[in-house]
C-alpha cells in the first residue's frame, strides 16, 4: 500500500511539474534542425550499399515519417530486408531538447538494439547524428550524416566503430516516394 501511494504521488508531482511547464511556456514553432525533419513526413525509399566486415552488400530499405507530439517530434518505421543482417525492423522518435540545444533521435529494433544518437546540424542542410554503447561488450560509436539535397531527396552515410576499429558501414540516397 505505501508503495502505491509514493508511485501515486510519483506520478501526480510529474504531471503537476509538466501542468506549471506549459502554463510558463507559450507554444513554439519547432527549431530548424527539427523542422527539416518534420518535412520528411511520408514515404521514403533507398538503395543502401551495406559494408559488415569484409563483405559488401545491397539492400532497399523504406522508411515512413509521421509528426508526433503535436508537431514537436518525429516518429518513423523503418524495415529492410539485408542478406547480410535478415529482415529489419526499426522504430525511432526524434525530438529537440530546448536545455541542451540538441536533436535527440531514438531507435528501437527487432535485434535487441536500442539507443539514442545525438544531432546537430553542421551546415545549412547537413545533420550530424552520434552515439555511443557497447557492442560485444566493447565501446562502440556511431555516427550517421544526412545531407539534404532537396525536399524529396536526402543522402545517408553511416559508420559504427567498435573498440576503435570499423566494423559497418552504409550509405545511399532516399527518395520520396
Same mark, same amino acid.
Given at each position: !500500500?505505501?508503495?502505491?501511494?509514493?508511485?501515486?504521488?510519483?506520478?501526480?508531482?510529474?504531471?503537476?511539474?509538466? @501542468?506549471?511547464? &506549459? +502554463?510558463?511556456?507559450?507554444? #513554439?514553432? *519547432? *527549431?530548424?534542425?527539427? +523542422?527539416?525533419?518534420?518535412?520528411?513526413?511520408?514515404?521514403?525509399?533507398?538503395?543502401?550499399?551495406?559494408? #559488415?566486415?569484409?563483405?559488401? &552488400?545491397?539492400?532497399?530499405?523504406?522508411?515512413?515519417?509521421?509528426?508526433?507530439?503535436?508537431? #514537436?517530434?518525429?516518429?518513423?518505421?523503418?524495415?529492410?530486408?539485408? *542478406? +547480410?543482417? $535478415?529482415?529489419?525492423?526499426?522504430?525511432?522518435?526524434?525530438?529537440?531538447?530546448? @536545455?541542451?540545444?540538441?536533436?535527440?533521435?531514438? &531507435?528501437?529494433?527487432?535485434?535487441?538494439?536500442?539507443? @539514442?544518437?545525438?544531432?546537430? !546540424?553542421?551546415? $545549412?542542410?547537413?545533420?550530424?547524428?552520434?552515439?555511443?554503447?557497447?557492442?560485444?561488450?566493447?565501446? !562502440?560509436?556511431?555516427?550517421?550524416?544526412?545531407?539534404?539535397?532537396?525536399?524529396?531527396?536526402? @543522402?545517408?552515410? #553511416?559508420?559504427?566503430?567498435?573498440?576503435?576499429?570499423?566494423?559497418?558501414?552504409? !550509405?545511399?540516397?532516399?527518395?520520396?516516394?
Amino acid at each position: !500500500m505505501k508503495k502505491t501511494i509514493l508511485l501515486f504521488v510519483f506520478i501526480i508531482s510529474i504531471v503537476g511539474f509538466k @501542468e506549471v511547464r &506549459s +502554463q510558463d511556456h507559450k507554444p #513554439m514553432a *519547432p *527549431p530548424d534542425i527539427l +523542422q527539416k525533419i518534420i518535412n520528411w513526413e511520408g514515404d521514403w525509399q533507398a538503395d543502401l550499399t551495406m559494408k #559488415m566486415g569484409d563483405k559488401t &552488400s545491397k539492400s532497399v530499405d523504406y522508411i515512413s515519417f509521421s509528426k508526433a507530439s503535436d508537431g #514537436m517530434g518525429v516518429s518513423a518505421k523503418e524495415w529492410m530486408d539485408n *542478406p +547480410q543482417g $535478415g529482415k529489419v525492423y526499426i522504430t525511432h522518435l526524434v525530438g529537440y531538447n530546448m @536545455e541542451d540545444k540538441k536533436l535527440h533521435w531514438f &531507435s528501437v529494433d527487432n535485434m535487441g538494439g536500442c539507443g @539514442e544518437a545525438l544531432g546537430t !546540424m553542421t551546415g $545549412g542542410n547537413h545533420i550530424h547524428l552520434a552515439g555511443t554503447g557497447k557492442m560485444d561488450g566493447k565501446p !562502440m560509436k556511431q555516427t550517421v550524416d544526412l545531407t539534404i539535397k532537396d525536399n524529396n531527396t536526402v @543522402e545517408f552515410n #553511416m559508420v559504427m566503430m567498435v573498440d576503435g576499429k570499423t566494423v559497418r558501414s552504409g !550509405m545511399g540516397t532516399f527518395k520520396r516516394k
